[in-house]
């Protein structure tokens, strides 16, 4: 099936001192699954526990060609994203907005930027002004590494570029100024740890708004 494209606050440091990979390698067991895969399930963990209700947003497709070889089924040959999408998962937890988006790189050393959309980020800026809970999540595939990072962070890396900034956050920033997210057997992903650990430092007198 061919499916085309349309055009167009410093928290503290959360990573274990000297050990970053300390709480963020997963079992065996895990190292098949992929980011989403992980997320989908630990967010289901969630609903079914009560803590949170967020769910991977549905992505609107316009069948173009559908071929029917028997009645019983049909083969989707062709068709178009309507619009370009915005971040991945949304929803409410303890009386909060949350909107956040996955990557995976398999980079060591650094996050490349362009795994983002201009899109996606003007879609964090408008959720922030709104005082929504906005970050990505983003794994070091190769490292076992998994973290938080907020939203403002990513907008003002992305933002800098046009300054002759780098196209990349480096690792070590993203050590420093995210926060882990530990793998475990239920969720598989407890990103929940880490939204609280953020959501800790906001009230402490941090901001998620981007200046």
């Given at each position: ?167 990349s956050i480096p690792l070590s ?39």
């Amino acid at each position: 099936m061919a499916i085309k494209y349309p055009n167009g606050v410093n928290p503290a440091r959360h990573t274990p001192a000297g050990n970053p990979q300390l709480s963020t390698t997963p079992s065996t067991a895990k190292r098949g699954m992929t980011l989403e895969s992980e997320l989908n399930q630990s967010n289901q963990y969630y609903v079914t526990t009560g803590q949170a209700v967020i769910y991977k947003k549905p992505t609107p497709i316009q069948l173009v060609k559908v071929d029917y070889p028997k009645r019983s089924a049909a083969v989707v040959k062709e068709a178009y994203f309507r619009r370009p999408s915005t971040t991945d998962y949304n929803g409410v937890y303890r009386g909060k907005y949350l909107d956040f988006d996955a990557k995976e790189t398999q980079h060591l050393t650094s996050f490349p930027l362009k795994n983002f959309h201009k899109h996606q980020i003007d879609h964090f800026r408008r959720c922030l002004k709104q005082a929504g809970i906005c970050f990505a999540i983003i794994r070091f595939t190769k490292l076992h590494q998994t973290y938080l990072y907020p939203a403002a962070l990513l907008i003002k890396a992305w933002d800098a570029q046009a300054n002759g900034a780098r196209k990349s956050i480096p690792l070590s920033t993203i050590q420093q100024d995210g926060f882990v997210i530990p793998n475990r057997l239920a969720p598989p992903l407890d990103y929940l740890v880490a939204v609280d650990q953020y959501l800790a430092t906001i009230n402490l007198g941090g901001s998620h708004e981007v200046k």
